[in-house]
């Protein structure tokens, strides 16, 4: 098969390397455009720059709906494979491949539609999650879906290390499913549209952490929003992120830490987080036993 593939952070690059490796044909990729970063140096997406150590075409475009039509179409693929590429393609785009073009997301759909699914996936608390594969349609993340696999979320397991797993998960299971579209073996199931959980964009604000909730709620939020945006509150009128903490039966006043034996707790709404590593605005990341080291946090309330 003639494949293009459109992707752009770092999720994608192992569904990309999957299409290589499959054997097939990678006519094309397409990315988001080059961005301007500090003193306005340009960067390159991770797509973008495998693209090119992979000796691959490239394709940028601002909108590609309405830019890249014609240009994609010239391109004679039988198969369009997207994976967090970051723009919604229209339905003349979609039906150029005569096999349509499929989806490589980090959930399992019906439930987590939308950006971030990896994320809120922690932050509710699920016990499970897992990849899909699925036929792209207009409407977000609502296509048949053609393959899923599961997989556990560990207790202590954050956002940036569940985001690395259901890459490579990601990858190895569009190989199937490549194969399978080959053979002719693919079989699309409709989603249960009556299922579907939609989840929005996570930004900064949503870390703020208020110590009247649960201890489970809050360490599941915290580990949800590991590495970005990252959970915090207020310590003398500095941002105190949280990095890492674990729930504790412990009994406090929300938002006052206690510390007992060099170990520090923040009391919250039920429980208690035990912090694990923090860091104070302005200064490095640094594991609870070397911060209490330089800062007294015994009664202080954070909030």
Known sequence: MKIVFFGTPDFALHSLRACVESGHE???VVTQP???RDRRKVTYSPVKQ???ELGLKVLQYDKVSREGVEELAALGADLFVTCAFGQILSQKILDIPPLGTINV???LLP???GSAPIQ???INGDKVTGITIMRTALKVDSGDILMQQSTPIGEEETAGELFDRLAVMGGELLKKALQAISEGKAVY???DESKAVHCRMLGKADGLLDFNKDAHSLDCLIRGLTPWPSAFTKLGGKTLKILRARPCDKNGRAGEVFVESGVAFVGCGKGSLQLLEVQLEGG???DISAFLLGHKLDGAVLG
Do not use: C, N
């Open 26 to 28: 990678v006519a094309a």
């Open 34 to 36: 080059d961005r301007e």
């Open 50 to 52: 495998l693209a090119l």
């Open 105 to 107: 997301h980090g959930s």
């Open 111 to 113: 439930k987590y539609r």
């Open 120 to 122: 809120w996936a922690i």
């Open 189 to 191: 199931t409709p989603q």
């Open 284 to 286: 490095k990341k640094m």
